[in-house]
C-alpha cells in the first residue's frame, strides 16, 4: 500500500520504513524516558540526529559532545578585537579569525547599546 504526499512523494517507500523503523527501535530502548514528554522528544531527537549514519547511542554521544562545547564571545570589539578563546589582534569581518565567532559579549552589548 502507498500513500502519496504533498509534495508528490511516496509514503511507504524503502527510506520511509527504514526511518519508521528507527524510531520503533529507539521507543523501544531501556534508556528511552517513560514519564516526561520533553525528555523523549530530545531523546528521540537527539537518537535520529545522524539520519542512520551512526548508530542511536552515538548519535546521542555526539549531540552530548556538540552541546558542551564551548562558545566563544567577543569582549572587546574596535578594529581589533579580544575573543575568550584567548585571540587578541585584528578583527576579520568583526568577527574572530581564530574561532570564527562574531557573538558579542553581554557587557559589550549592553554598551554599544548605550552608545547608539
Request: hydrophobic share 35%; net charge positive.
Amino acid at each position: 500500500m502507498t500513500i502519496l504526499k504533498k509534495d508528490g512523494g511516496m509514503i511507504g517507500g524503502l527510506k520511509d520504513l527504514d526511518f519508521s523503523r528507527h524510531v520503533f527501535e529507539i521507543v523501544r530502548d531501556p534508556k528511552f524516558p517513560k514519564v516526561r514528554t520533553k525528555s523523549q522528544i530530545h531523546f528521540l531527537a537527539d537518537s535520529l540526529g545522524a539520519g542512520g549514519v551512526v548508530k542511536a547511542r552515538r548519535s546521542r554521544e555526539i549531540c552530548a559532545i556538540e552541546r558542551a562545547k564551548v562558545q566563544h564571545v567577543i569582549v572587546r570589539r574596535e578594529f581589533y578585537i579580544a575573543c575568550t578563546c584567548g585571540y587578541s589582534g585584528p578583527a576579520l569581518n568583526g568577527g574572530c579569525p581564530k574561532c570564527g565567532t562574531s557573538e558579542l559579549s553581554e557587557e559589550l552589548k549592553l554598551r554599544e547599546d548605550y552608545e547608539s
